[in-house]
C-alpha cells in the first residue's frame, strides 16, 4: 500500500513545493530578455510569435504565448496578447498597447515562436492587426479549454495562414477553435 501512494506523495511534494512563498509573480522578472531586433536602430518591420513557460505549475505542461510587432520606421513593438486577470479589473482580456516586446512572462524567459522581418512584413501586420480586431472572445477568458491567450495567437494564425504559424502541444487552448 505505501508503494501505491508514494507517486501520489511526491506529484503533492511537487505541487506544493512550485507554490511556496519565495516565488511571487508580483516581484518575478518581467523586464526585456533581449531576443527582439532593437526597435531603435532596425528599421525593417518585424513580425515576433513568442512562447514562455505559463505561471507556476501550470509551467509543467503549458506555455503562454504573444505576438509582437514593429512597423517599417517605428521605434517601438506593439504587442498582442489576451490576459485572464485582466477580468477580474472588468476590463477586456485581450490587449494591443504598446510594450516591450520579449518580456519575462513572470519569471520565465519567452521562446521565439515565429519570426518575419522586411519586405512584406508590414502586411503582415496589418492581417495580424485586422483578426486581432475581428477576434471573438476579447472579454472571454477560461484557461482551459479556452479562450485563452493560446486560443487568441491560434486565431490569428489561423485568419492569417502568411504567418506559417504552428504552436506547440503545450499550447493549452490553441484547439479550442476546431
Not at 531586433?37 to 504565448?65: C, E, N
Not at 477576434?135 to 487568441?152: E, H, M, V
Not at 506559417?164 to 479550442?176: C, E, K, Q
Request: proline fraction near 6%.
Amino acid at each position: 500500500m505505501t508503494l501505491k501512494l508514494l507517486p501520489t506523495i511526491i506529484l503533492a511534494v511537487l505541487v506544493l513545493t512550485s507554490c511556496s512563498q519565495n516565488q511571487d509573480w508580483r516581484t518575478a522578472r518581467r523586464d526585456s530578455a533581449g531576443i527582439a531586433p532593437d526597435p531603435k536602430s532596425t528599421q525593417d518591420a518585424v513580425v515576433l510569435v513568442y512562447g514562455a513557460d505559463a505561471w507556476g505549475w501550470r509551467g509543467w505542461f503549458a506555455i503562454h504565448t504573444w505576438i509582437a510587432a514593429k512597423r517599417t520606421g517605428e521605434d517601438y513593438y506593439t504587442v498582442y496578447d489576451v490576459v485572464g486577470w485582466r477580468s477580474y479589473r472588468n476590463k477586456p482580456v485581450m490587449r494591443v498597447a504598446r510594450d516591450i516586446p520579449d518580456r519575462y512572462w513572470y519569471g520565465e524567459k519567452p521562446q521565439v515562436l515565429q519570426y518575419h522581418q522586411g519586405n512584406g512584413t508590414d502586411k503582415l501586420i496589418d492581417a495580424i492587426d485586422q483578426a486581432a480586431k475581428d477576434y471573438p472572445w476579447k472579454t472571454t477568458y477560461k484557461a482551459f479549454p479556452g479562450p485563452n491567450s493560446n486560443t487568441f495567437v491560434a486565431w490569428i494564425g489561423k485568419q492569417v495562414p502568411e504567418l506559417g504559424l504552428r504552436l506547440p502541444f503545450s499550447a493549452i487552448g490553441s484547439g479550442y477553435l476546431k
